[in-house]
């Protein structure tokens, strides 16, 4: 069962997106997809009873803190690569990119996967592998070992944060700030269209 539950969990969320490509137009596709995978992780986190809650807990502040002034300071120099994204965002898709999908995102990983495989470092090598179309599907990003590397580690400081709280707000509340801060860096606000 607990493997069905993360089967399920990782090849819906590529279904969904896929669907979502299908449906939508390409000017409402990222805030649509976010939807539709909210929408998705809901149904997973009723239909597979996770356990986990939504207590207010900052559990792993400090290593999701130091994570984030290494990036933000040492970044550039080790390779990191900021996302491609359209030259004007819209309100919803800035609605999408830093509210709706990591709260999808934490929905299905933290929350489904994670309460069917309780192993940290197994949940950020599955969320690090499903970000890896970014890379070489859609192109929204170049490689970089440096993304890899960030990727599995705030992965593994967002698990860990869920099963030592038992709650899934530190995950959210960490990736709706890493999320939030990395359209800050990667638009200068004058092309955020808000």
């Not at 609605?95 to 999908?101: D, K, S, T």
């Not at 192993?119 to 929204?140: E, R, Y």
Request: with cysteine; glycine share 4%.
């Amino acid at each position: 069962m607990k493997l069905l539950a993360v089967a399920f969990a990782v090849g819906g969320l590529f279904f969904v997106q896929y669907i979502a490509k299908l449906l939508f137009r390409r000017k409402s596709l990222l805030f649509s997809m976010a939807l539709l995978q909210l929408l998705f992780a809901i149904l997973l986190w009723v239909l597979f009873k996770v356990n986990f809650s939504f207590a207010v807990r900052f559990d792993g502040i400090v290593w999701f803190s130091v994570l984030i002034i290494i990036m933000i300071i040492l970044g550039r120099f080790l390779g990191a690569q900021s996302i491609r994204l359209p030259r004007y965002l819209k309100s919803k898709d800035i609605v999408a990119i830093a509210l709706l999908l990591p709260l999808s995102e934490e929905l299905i990983f933290r929350g489904t996967v994670l309460s069917a495989l309780p192993i940290p470092a197994l949940n950020a090598l599955i969320f690090t592998c499903i970000h890896l179309p970014n890379t070489f599907l859609s192109k929204l990003e170049r490689f970089s070992v440096f993304n890899l590397a960030y990727r599995f580690a705030v992965g593994m400081i967002f698990a860990d944060a869920t099963l030592k709280s038992g709650s899934i707000f530190p995950a959210l509340f960490y990736h709706v700030a890493n999320n939030s801060l990395a359209l800050l860096i990667s638009n200068r606000p004058q092309r955020l269209n808000i």
